[in-house]
């Protein structure tokens, strides 16, 4: 888990300052975006503090900004670390990244992967309470379930599995932490703006816990077989990292945005095929790809939502905000960073 706190030395424009002159940011997260905010935050003036017990990152992650001053990093989980509360008293926004990330992880540790969830997100929003700073909070487009609707809007309904199908563990604690958000906002007052990430992809994720899109480069690059779990006609939208940084950071500094939730996202649909042959043509692999039945790639009767895709007009209304980066452009970014870690 991450954790990251910025302190900027003047209010910008549209920021929800709460003293005066003086601004500053906490954020903090175990999502790998977070790595990338920090670096923005940082890029833009303000202190940063970050939280992580590193179960989903690296430290070496924030190697190119780890010797600024304005940055403070505490390799601990959000669920011990004793100064969490005052770290959030001293700050004026949180970018609430920390969450269990991965099937894999949700599958093998469901306990874990609802603790931190809800857990993480009831702590930090106390503290928020008691300091009335904003809180961002990172949500995932697991929260539509099986809803396969094209494209998914904020106010479409989420569907979810039976509770006997431990995957939807995930989907319904992040739903509550949304809940709890929104919550926190009509009742206590507390400025909160909700995120929902759809397939976040771009240098430094790890591969290890299911994401699609490392695995199929390392595989690639290794030259073993592209493993397409299902028929591979299922359909995602990936956002490159920068553009779901973008709009995070935007929507934090944004007024308008509080007690909203937002798609963060970009439209361009591929199938999990199409995206293995990608991958495959830019790393110029040998590597066969093959197709692994769900219930062997994770456990018997498993269930996934077979398309998902955002509508983003909530998104580009409020914040003028276009997707930069091509799916394409992303993979070779992978590509490069995979292919230098060796
Ligand atoms: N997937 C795959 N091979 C892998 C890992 C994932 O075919 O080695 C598929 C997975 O079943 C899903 C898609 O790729 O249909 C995206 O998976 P990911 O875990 O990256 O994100 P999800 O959308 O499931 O949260």
Not at 233 to 242: A, G, I, W, Y
Not at 261 to 289: D, M, P, Q, Y
Not at 304 to 319: A, F, G, H, S
Request: glycine content about 8%.
């Amino acid at each position: 888990m991450a954790t990251a706190w910025t302190r900027s030395p003047r209010s910008a424009a549209g920021w929800p300052c709460r003293s005066g002159e003086a601004s500053s940011v906490w954020s903090y997260a175990k999502k790998w975006p977070s790595f990338y905010l920090t670096e923005a935050l940082l890029a833009a003036g303000h202190e940063v503090t970050v939280i992580d017990d590193l179960s989903t990152g690296r430290a070496s992650n924030l190697k190119a900004v780890e010797s600024n001053e304005r940055l403070t990093t505490r390799w601990a989980s959000i669920l011990q670390d004793e100064r969490l509360d005052k770290f959030i008293e001293q700050s004026d926004v949180v970018f609430h990244l920390a969450a269990a990330v991965g099937v894999r992880l949700i599958l093998e540790k469901p306990v874990d992967t609802i603790e931190a969830n809800v857990l993480g997100t009831d702590r930090v929003l106390k503290a928020a309470a008691r300091a009335q700073c904003t809180v961002v909070i990172a949500s995932t487009s697991e929260v539509y379930g099986k809803n396969e609707r094209v494209p998914l809007s904020e106010e479409d309904d989420g569907v979810f599995g039976p509770t006997v199908k431990s995957r939807w563990s995930y989907a319904v604690s992040k739903a509550i932490d949304e809940f709890l958000g929104l919550a926190y906002c009509r009742d206590r007052g507390v400025p909160v703006v909700i995120v929902r990430y759809f397939n976040t992809i771009g240098p430094r994720q790890v591969g290890r816990y299911g994401m699609v899109v490392p695995r199929f480069v390392r595989q690639a690059l290794a030259g073993e077989p592209i493993t397409v779990y299902g028929d591979g006609e299922q359909t995602r939208s990936f956002t490159d990292v920068q553009d779901t940084v973008r709009a995070t950071f935007g929507l934090g500094l944004h007024a308008a945005a509080v007690g909203q939730v937002f798609n963060v996202g970009n439209g361009h649909v591929v199938t999990i095929n199409e995206l293995a042959a990608k991958v495959k043509a830019l790393t110029e692999s040998r590597s066969e790809i093959v197709h692994v039945p769900f219930d062997r790639a994770y456990e018997a009767g498993f269930e996934e939502p077979r398309q998902r895709v955002p509508d983003i007009t909530k998104l580009r209304r409020t914040l003028d905000f276009t997707p930069a980066v091509d799916l394409e452009t992303t993979l070779r970014n992978v590509i490069e960073f995979e292919r230098r870690q060796g």
